[in-house]
């Protein structure tokens, strides 16, 4: 398990090598996209970014945790996506949808390797999970609030808008998953599915609600 550092270490991190720390987040991203988290060694990072083995540890104790801080730097840019969407138009949901899956495919799009790798390590690195499950749980939130808008009802049962919405969530992730491996026409794709099974699911909604 990745050693993460107290504040005071993150903070030092940030005033005095932000940049060389930055250089080997990128380096990692690099190395996913073309060889795997398995290619990725410290020797091959510190080639990189001409940093010494000592120099290294200065800024992370291990792969791990160069990984799961990658994955934070990438859901933080997805939160800051999803957070823009807040508070759209409640009256067309659908408009939302579509555009929080837009934004979603670019992220895999541009970051696929990075994002494939949170869905690979959630099981086993706890840092990266917690990450992971915070971008997914950003974005059910917003889709629930949508789904609750649209008329079905705010209840724990299968039924209700919170678990619809992590199922659908959940759902398009894995589609997701599967089509960055195959590029854009790919994701393209299963944008479109999720837009239809989303449509749909709306489309069940109570007579009256304001489904798009």
């Known amino acids: 398990m990745p050693h993460i550092k107290d504040e005071s270490q993150r903070q030092r991190t940030t005033t005095k090598g ?16 073309a060889g795997g988290y398995d290619s990725i060694t410290i020797a091959s990072l510190t080639g990189a970014v001409g940093l010494t ?28 996506s999803i957070d823009e969407l807040r508070g759209s138009d409640d ?8 555009e929080l899956l ?3 495919k670019q992220m895999w799009l541009e970051h696929g390797p990075v994002m494939r790798a949170a869905v690979d390590l ?24 949508l789904l609750r808008g649209a008329g079905l009802p705010d209840t724990p049962r299968p039924d209700g808008a919170a678990a619809l919405a992590r199922a659908l969530v959940l759902m398009s992730e ?12 790919e994701l393209d794709d299963a944008a479109a599915t ?3 099974v989303w449509s749909l699911v709306f489309q069940g909604s109570k007579p009256g609600a304001g489904a798009a």
């Open 53 to 80: 083995r000592a120099a290294f540890y200065f800024y992370f104790a291990n792969k791990a945790e160069v990984i799961a801080t990658l994955v934070a730097r990438t859901v933080s840019a997805l939160h800051t």
């Open 91 to 98: 009256d067309r949901p659908m408009d939302t949808i579509r």
């Open 122 to 145: 959630s099981p086993t690195v706890p840092e990266v999970d917690a990450s992971w499950r915070s971008a997914a749980d950003a974005v059910t939130v917003t889709t629930a609030h």
């Open 18 to 33: 932000d940049e060389r720390a930055s250089a080997i987040l990128n380096a990692a991203e690099a190395q996913l996209t």
């Open 174 to 185: 894995r589609s997701f998953y599967h089509a960055s491996a195959g590029g854009a026409a």
């Open 194 to 196: 999720a837009e239809i």
């Open 102 to 104: 837009q934004r979603t």
